[in-house]
């Protein structure tokens, strides 16, 4: 098993988008690239504590590659906006890959690279080594599930 993290905005519907994907065996929702250990919600919320709402991708790279989960991730967000999605303003909204290892690098910025192709504006995602994550609250994962939302 891999495991790949990514932020793109209120991580309720990225969770959902990376559950639908075959090969992809669990996600979970959570909160990092701060400063502040364990933080809250309600702290993430502030944007005091330099993290970013993200998910915990864990996959079967004999059933989905690296490079196919960077396209679910550019099709279900906004990259060129910076530090908010829609409504959602922020700096624990940013775009943003959390590599965990130099290949996952290598990959990031050569897809970055690719999509920046299709844009006029400057692709804002951030793509920084994985740090320590933080699950959110138990009530934050599979959030719109648990409401009959998909
Ligand atoms: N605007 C959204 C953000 C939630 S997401 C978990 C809301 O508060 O409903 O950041």
Redesign the pocket.
């Known amino acids: 098993m891999a495991t790949a993290t990514f932020g793109a905005g209120?991580?309720?519907g990225v969770e959902v988008a990376f559950r639908r994907v075959p090969g992809v065996t669990d996600v979970t929702v959570g909160y990092t690239g701060g400063e502040v250990p364990d933080p809250t919600y309600k702290q993430v919320?502030s944007g005091s504590t330099g993290h970013a709402?993200a998910v915990q991708v864990a996959f079967d790279p004999e059933q989905v590659s690296f490079d196919e989960l960077l396209e679910v991730f550019w099709s279900i967000h906004d990259p060129t906006q910076r530090n908010r999605q829609g409504?959602?303003i922020g700096t624990q909204y940013r775009s943003a890959i959390f590599c965990h290892d130099a290949e996952q690098e290598a990959a990031a910025q050569a897809s970055l690279e690719r999509i920046q192709a299709s844009y006029d504006k400057p692709v804002a995602t951030e793509i920084v080594p994985a740090g320590p994550f933080y699950p959110a609250e138990e009530y934050?994962q599979r959030y719109l599930e648990k409401r009959g939302q998909r």
């Open positions: 209120c991580f309720w919320c709402e409504l959602d934050h």
